[in-house]
């Protein structure tokens, strides 16, 4: 025994690089939510749902676009109609992907962290709570974007190309439209992703929360496609899957009648309403939960 200490040395090393800061630790929290998303750097089953989801949003887009063009080779005139020949009409074949793709992605971004109990490695960075629900929620609208906005660019340039009067014409006489895509995906975004956050921001595992949501969706849709037919007009505000559709048309300037809110001759702008106070929910909710744990 002796009553002289012994320093070991541990191989212990500051760090030497620049301090990046706040925003920094925002970016790489995004980019850690999308890898979860779409399951990079991580097992292969992890990537096959989501992949695939993005291949049935985009694989129309691609078909319709080639078929126009093998069709305008042979002379068989313009653009044809079919079921998705617009913009407006191409959102109802991504909208069942994006939800489902949302259904999944909800909880993946919220749950993991605070059931492996790493939030405070995030607490420990120069984060707010605003800081982590922004980066968390950041990645969910790149990933919704991705959905929406390249298949419409598909068909946007598509459009352009195939049409008389020439590409670069027809890019600038048809610019509002990518305004318009550009808002009705962020409609969509809010009307899909903020429930989902809501769900992810109390749930406790992975499989459940996808569940709920998609529960909740579905059956309020049903509720809501039942009372209506028996004549009851307010219950169409819980078809929460419709409202997106409906801002869509009225930025669009159409009207499409399978719609419930559409067939109980709800304005738009009641969609509009539920949407935004549906998000506002989500926000209010997830901030006051983060507060106590981050």
């Excluded at 939030?119 to 709570?129: C, D, E, K």
């Excluded at 990933?143 to 590409?167: K, S």
Aim: aromatic share 12%; proline share 5%; charged share 15%.
């Amino acid at each position: 025994m002796t009553d002289q200490g012994v320093v070991y040395d541990l191989g212990y090393k500051p760090h030497e690089g620049p301090r990046l800061g706040r925003s920094a630790a925002v970016r790489a929290t995004t980019k850690d939510g999308l890898r979860r998303m779409f399951g990079l750097r991580r097992r292969a089953r992890k990537k096959i749902l989501p992949f695939l989801l993005f291949g049935i949003a985009l694989l129309p887009a691609v078909v319709f676009v080639g078929f126009v063009f093998l069709t305008s080779q042979i002379g068989a005139g313009d653009i044809v109609e079919t079921p998705f020949a617009s913009h407006a009409a191409y959102f109802d074949i991504a909208a069942g992907t994006v939800l489902l793709f949302c259904a999944l992605s909800g909880p993946e971004l919220l749950i993991p962290d605070r059931v492996d109990g790493v939030l405070a490695v995030y607490s420990s960075r120069p984060m707010t709570v605003f800081d982590y629900l922004g980066a968390r929620a950041g990645a969910l609208g790149i990933g919704v974007g991705l959905f929406m906005l390249v298949p419409q660019l598909i068909l946007y340039l598509g459009f352009a190309a195939l049409r008389e009067g020439g590409f670069v014409s027809n890019l600038v006489t048809n610019a509002e439209d990518l305004f318009q895509i550009i808002l009705a995906t962020v409609v969509y975004l809010l009307a899909y992703g903020a429930p989902a956050f809501l769900v992810a921001v109390y749930a406790k595992r992975l499989a459940p929360a996808t569940g709920v949501y998609l529960g909740v969706f579905f059956g309020l849709q049903a509720v809501a496609d039942g009372f209506t037919n028996a004549g009851t007009r307010w219950a169409a505000v819980a078809a929460l899957a419709d409202h997106p559709g409906v801002v869509r048309d009225w930025i669009f300037d159409r009207s499409s009648a399978d719609l419930v809110p559409t067939r109980a001759d709800l304005a738009p702008w009641v969609s509009l309403v539920v949407i935004v106070a549906i998000a506002v929910l989500a926000l209010a909710a997830a901030v006051r939960r983060y507060r106590s744990l981050l």
